[in-house]
């Protein structure tokens, strides 16, 4: 009878005993430890979501721009002929004629020109003691004519109910000798202004009335009455 195999012996087809550390050494592997928490060493961040809403909005705002542009471009060309038409009709230029000048009358306001103004509305002669009433428009100015003696001193003097009042007094040659101030910042309303003035000279000289007078009396008189 054939010799049987030992059962102690391994078998043949057994896989073959591991060659790591541990079969060498005698010792396991150590276990996995995870890695220690650095509080000093800076997080990888993904990409900012405010960032990303951030630049679709204004990625939506810079659309509709280009858009709205295209459409008011497009409106313009469409809308030029017309727009033509009235800019050259002849009812709309005269309402701009009319507030271009009262645009003009509105600086009026601001003070007594240094030289007589041309578009002032000529109201005549005035002699000492003869007062002159009426009303004056907003921004309008009114010129009167007076006879003045050398040495002869001439006091000028306008009353407005509701109204801001200037008068200037000018020369033969339409400059400007003196005149009253008018300071609306400052609170200064008067409804009264006034002065006196020498002549050094015989001439015809021009007052001159401006401002916001309603229901205005102007009245000089002559020291040598």
Known sequence: MANQPDSNNDDIFAPLP???D??????PPPLYEPPLYDPQKPKKQGPNILF????????????????????????LIAA?????????????????????????????LEDIPDTLPENAETKGKISSSEPQTGTLPLGQQAVWTYNGRSG???????????GLPMIGLYDTDGKLL????????????????????????DGTYSVLLGGIANNYTLEVVSGNN
């Open 178 to 201: 003196k005149k009253t101030t008018l300071d609306i910042k400052n609170g200064n309303k008067p409804t009264s202004q006034s002065f006196d003035y020498k002549f050094t000279a």
């Open 80 to 108: 030029g002929p017309a727009i033509g038409t009235v800019v050259h009709d002849p009812t709309f230029q005269a309402a701009s004629s009319t507030v271009q000048s009262g645009l003009s009358n509105l600086s009026n």
């Open 52 to 75: 990303i809403v951030i630049g679709s909005i204004l990625g939506a705002i810079c659309l509709c721009g280009i858009c709205l542009v295209a459409v008011t471009s497009g409106v």
């Open 152 to 162: 002869e001193t001439l006091t000028i003097r306008v009353t407005s109910k509701n």
């Open 22 to 27: 541990e079969t060498r050494s005698g010792t």
């Open 18 to 20: 591991s060659t790591t």
